[in-house]
T-cell receptor, first 112, second 115 residues
Framework: DQQVKQNSPSLSVQEGRISILNCDYTNSMFDYFLWYKKYPAEGPTFLISISSIKDKNEDGRFTVFLNKSAKHLSLHIVPSQPGDSAVYFCAASGFGNEKLTFGTGTRLTIIP | GAGVSQSPSNKVTEKGKDVELRCDPISGHTALYWYRQSLGQGLEFLIYFQGNSAPDKSGLPSDRFSAERTGGSVSTLTIQRTQQEDSAVYLC?????????????FGPGTRLLVL
């Protein structure tokens, strides 16, 4: 049972435009959500997180939105840059649940 | 300022052999996690350590898998009698504590191929 789902395996966006990556979850006990970015042959690196008490968190070009009622979060990258080309993983954790549950990832390609 | 390191970076083994994968977490991080990523899949939780104890082993796929952590630092993941389905990238992460709300910092992974 996939508790965290990223339904788009890949996404291509023109440089300078907005990239929107989506993630859905099913477990209502999740209360903390993270996005990780992964380059080939490297481990995932933390990008941005959001607690369930918020609906938006912004860090530079990256903004994460959380819609608790829809159990949906999204990552917006604007403007998109070639260095943003990577695989993006959505992850979630719940109260008293230390492990992260990951989605299957979305490969983002920024077209120059 | 060393990050999480893992060794070996790549391991090719024959079916039925045992393998040991090593993780050196960031100094001072009390929590250590093992995940694996099979081809086309997301990261799958295996086990986590708080200090030297493992409160959650729920992700270990079978009793062929075991892990230990000594001195609150280095951890070893052992796979006995490897099978082809064990082929994956094994990732280790560490964090300052184990609330699940602290950022987990990942190592580069060990790519295991079982022939």
């Amino acid at each position: 049972d996939q508790q965290v789902k990223q339904n788009s395996p890949s996404l291509s966006v023109q440089e300078g435009r907005i990239s929107i990556l989506n993630c859905d979850y099913t477990n209502s006990m999740f209360d903390y959500f993270l996005w990780y970015k992964k380059y080939p042959a490297e481990g995932p690196t933390f990008l941005i997180s959001i607690s369930s008490i918020k609906d938006k968190n912004e860090d530079g070009r990256f903004t994460v939105f959380l819609n608790k009622s829809a159990k949906h979060l999204s990552l917006h990258i604007v403007p998109s840059q070639p260095g943003d080309s990577a695989v993006y993983f959505c992850a979630a954790s719940g109260f008293g649940n230390e492990k992260l549950t990951f989605g299957t990832g979305t490969r983002l390609t920024i077209i120059p | 300022g060393a990050g999480v390191s893992q060794s070996p970076s790549n391991k090719v083994t024959e079916k039925g052999k045992d393998v040991e994968l090593r993780c050196d977490p960031i100094s001072g991080h009390t929590a250590l996690y093992w995940y694996r990523q099979s081809l086309g899949q997301g990261l799958e939780f295996l086990i986590y350590f708080q200090g030297n104890s493992a409160p959650d082993k729920s992700g270990l796929p079978s009793d062929r898998f075991s892990a230990e952590r000594t001195g609150g630092s280095v951890s070893t993941l052992t796979i006995q009698r490897t099978q082809q389905e064990d082929s994956a990238v094994y990732l280790c992460a560490s964090s300052p504590d184990s609330t699940g709300k602290e950022t987990q910092y990942f190592g580069p992974g060990t790519r295991l191929l079982v022939l």
